[in-house]
Every structure is written in C-alpha cells, then in structure tokens.
T-cell receptor, first 111, second 114 residues
C-alpha cells in the first residue's frame, strides 16, 4: 500500500522567511504528485502538480516543488512567505484512481 | 459558477439519525470522490465513482452508502449516525483520473453529530 509522509506537523515562521515542507511517498510505480493548500475554513485548492518532465515544478502564489525520484520526495518551497500563506498544506500522491494525502502541515506565518 | 458544489454546508444532527449530503459538479468530469477530513485534518478517501460505476470503496462502515444517479452527481447517505462520524466531508471530481488537471474539491460539509 502506498503512503505519504509529511515530516513537519506544524511550522511557525515570520513573514519574508523561506519555507520548505517535506513530503515522501512509498510507492514504486508511476505516480502523479500534488500539493494542495487549505486556507482556514476553506476547501482544498491545488498549488501545483507533477506528472512528468522537468522535476522542478512551479505553482501558484510563488510556490515551487522539486521531485527527486531517487529519494521518493516532492518537497514544497517558497522563498519568502507572507502572512496570507497561513494555511494547512497537503502533499498527495496519485496512482490509478486513488489520490492519497499526507497528514498535512500547519503553517503559521507571523506578521 | 461553482464547479463542485455540496449541500448542505453545515449539518448538525442527533445520533441515530439518517442524513444525506449531496454533491454536484458542472465541470463535465467523469470521476467523483468522497473524502473525509477528521478533527486532526487528516484526509482519507472513502469512495470514488467513474461514469456512475463504483471504483474505490475504502474500509468504511456500511452505514455509509454512496449513490451516483449520473456522472455529475455523487450523493452520500449515512444511516444511524454516530458521534465518530463528525467530520468535514469533501466531494471532489476529476477528468481522466485526474491526470491532466488534478482534482477539484467542493467547499466541504461540516457534519456534527450530537
């Protein structure tokens, strides 16, 4: 069974700091990788996705993620966070019809 | 235009009741899903339908029964509600198994069982 691990449960940082959230998955076949964001009280929104090609993927709101196949990782980064980036971030891995989520990382950005 | 809409947004009900949550998507997607998000924010897939056919049925109590009358609708019926069913339930849809644009999620239904 595949699983998705997010290393950080809660990250607290100041505005303008850099952010990196770790994500590892345990499936050896072809996978599609996603990062979703859930702002307080809202539904999940797609930040970025990787299917194939360039392993460095750029998404919305200045986020990017790097797929490292040898490490089964898909870490999310943002060079300079804003207060509005406070949210829950979910890594997700898809094979066939099933999209499996990590446990999520709560990011709190202090002004 | 709401792409994936769920009703109701909030549902408070007593233990033992039967309730339904409705989901509709106007994106022309062929696959729909129900996810449950617990109090710790963990998201877990419950069901998935592709062209009205059940393709994913995770380990979910049989009190939960999905129904897909057509490709644009996937409803979730819950019998004999229990306290542990309290959660946020998200409907989602995708096209071509989400290969092109990922999944689109609804705004969620917060179910509280008292």
């Amino acid at each position: 069974a595949q699983s998705v691990s997010q290393h950080n449960h809660h990250v607290i940082l100041s505005e303008a700091a850099s952010l990196e959230l770790g994500c590892n998955y345990s499936y050896g076949g072809t996978v599609n990788l996603f990062w979703y964001v859930q702002y307080p009280g809202q539904h999940l929104q797609l930040l970025l996705k990787y299917f194939s090609g360039d392993p460095l993927v750029k998404g919305i709101k200045g986020f990017e993620a790097e797929f490292i196949k040898s490490k089964f990782s898909f870490n999310l980064r943002k060079p300079s966070v804003q207060w509005s980036d406070t949210a829950e971030y979910f890594c997700a891995v898809k094979n066939d019809y099933k999209l499996s989520f990590g446990a999520g990382t709560t990011v709190t950005v202090r002004a | 235009d709401t792409a994936v809409s769920q009703t109701p947004k909030y549902l408070v009900t007593q233990m033992g009741n039967d309730k339904s949550i409705k989901c509709e998507q106007n994106l022309g997607h062929d696959t729909m899903y129900w996810y449950k998000q617990d109090s710790k924010k963990f998201l877990k897939i419950m069901f998935s339908y592709n062209n009205k056919e059940l393709i994913i049925n995770e380990t979910v109590p049989n009190r939960f029964s999905p129904k897909s009358p057509d490709k644009a609708h996937l409803n979730l019926h819950i019998n004999s509600l229990e306290l542990g069913d309290s959660a946020v339930y998200f409907c989602a849809s995708s096209q071509a198994r989400g290969l092109l644009r990922g999944y689109t999620f609804g705004s969620g239904t917060r179910l509280t069982v008292v």
